[in-house]
């Protein structure tokens, strides 16, 4: 079967890099991409698509994407359902990054560029600690994981 995504837009806002309880690297972030028409209006309409990078992506996206970045991301769509803090039901569908590309040079000395920025870097939770909401996406499967461990 095949799940692919392929996404070229701009970041609408810092990629959110937070680690896990077993201390790995996830990134949220939501990419506005332009449709390829336009609407009744002769305008074009802009779709923001959320995202989430897991392990050594996530931490190069968190640390040289911002706002405003143009950015090449290729994934698969997953969708997840969960119960938010007032008990109702909720879908959330996302692209997991599986490869990204930085669409822009490097602009000097200006807000927006893609070098390094500023800042302390996340660090890891302490052991038994959970940083994150009950609406996180599952752990990634570890990097040794094999198709021939499906059971179909």
Known sequence: MINTIVLVGR?????????????????RLSVAVDRNFKNAQGEKETDFINAVAWRKAAELIGQYASKGN????????QVRKYT????????????????FQFL???????????????GPKPTPPPPGASPYQDNMPPEPPPDNFMDDDLPF
């Open 70 to 77: 143009m950015i090449g991301l290729r994934g698969s769509l």
């Open 11 to 27: 970041l609408t806002a810092d990629p959110d890099v937070r680690y896990t309880q077993s201390g790995i690297a996830v990134a």
């Open 84 to 99: 938010d803090k007032d008990g109702n039901n909720r879908t959330a569908y996302e692209v997991v990054v599986e490869d």
């Open 104 to 118: 822009e040079p490097k602009r000097d000395g200006s807000a927006g560029g893609s070098g390094p920025r500023p």
